[in-house]
């Protein structure tokens, strides 16, 4: 029967990693050393803060004699839907010291400018509270803190055209908006690369990814849908998302030509408000 993966499960899972170790008299600097994993991933494991993938829950059982223990009972092989569906990705975006992304209409949560994250915030359904709707933005913007920091996480950005295209909030919060993610890129903060409309079909067409990496852990992939989302851990399915994601941006728009493309859209922008202000 399949395990559930739930903060339970892992936990659970964990706690029987723990023991078993223990068991053999093993710290989990010796257990790493021989089952080639870094410790730091164990005890993650053992916290039930992350999972093994199957070859590392395979070389577990070897190691501890636990007769296909760990294989058997690692939740969720394939994937796991999020009830709150962005929580755990959003910590595991904090952790990160790369993220590649793509997105198609929205600009990402993490580069958003208050204007622009206030007025997606207001238009969801049902309608939120202002009190709500403020709080929300208050985390979303906490979010944007993880670019204060020069060299970490490493941010790709590849962007659809259609989220320059996109008007949220009318011409002044859309220049605005561009300019923010225009000054980031501009200053080497976050490389852009716009997938234009005329580079037609391609290989994310099926929605947005955003893949994690880390200084010790293995990476994750996160695909979002409509009031749902995934985290994988798996690696096999990682690396396809990862090529995936690196066949796209074969379609885009290099560095420069992308800021290039923003700043005249913004500048656009720039003269619609100014028209609405002065008509």
Excluded: N
């Excluded at 394939?78 to 790369?98: I, K, N, P």
């Excluded at 220049?175 to 997938?195: A, N, P």
């Amino acid at each position: 029967m399949a395990i559930e993966d739930t903060p339970l499960t892992r936990k659970q899972y964990g706690q029987e990693l723990k023991r078993r170790r223990e068991a053999a008299g093993l710290t989990q600097e010796e257990l790493s050393q021989r089952v080639v994993m870094s410790r730091t991933h164990i005890a993650h494991i053992e916290a039930g803060r992350r999972r093994p993938d199957v070859e590392d829950a395979r070389r577990l059982d070897r190691e501890l004699g636990t007769d296909g223990f760990f294989e058997r009972f690692l939740p969720a092989l394939d994937g796991r839907s999020v009830a709150e569906h962005f929580a755990e990705a959003a910590e595991l975006e904090r952790q990160a010291v790369a993220i590649k992304e793509y997105t198609t209409i929205l600009v990402p949560g993490f580069l958003q400018t208050p204007g622009y994250a206030r007025e997606v915030l207001s238009s969801g359904h049902p309608a939120k509270s202002d009190e709500r709707r403020d709080s929300l933005l208050s985390t979303r913007l906490e979010r944007a803190r993880i670019l204060d920091d020069f060299d970490s996480p490493k941010v790709t950005l590849l962007l659809g055209e259609a989220a320059l295209r996109q008007v949220i909030g009318g011409p002044e919060v859309m220049c605005g908006q561009l300019r923010h993610i225009l000054e980031l890129g501009e200053r080497r903060r976050v490389r852009v690369h716009v997938l234009p409309f005329m580079a037609g079909a391609h290989a994310l067409l099926e929605g947005p990814v955003k893949l994690m990496w880390f200084e010790e852990l293995p990476p994750v992939a996160y695909v979002e849908g409509l009031k749902s989302g995934r985290i994988w851990e798996v690696q096999g399915t990682v690396r396809e998302l990862e090529d995936v994601y690196d066949h796209a941006l074969g379609d885009a728009l290099s560095h420069r030509k992308s800021l290039e493309l923003i700043r005249s859209v913004a500048e656009d922008y720039e003269h619609d408000a100014r028209r609405e202000q002065h008509p």
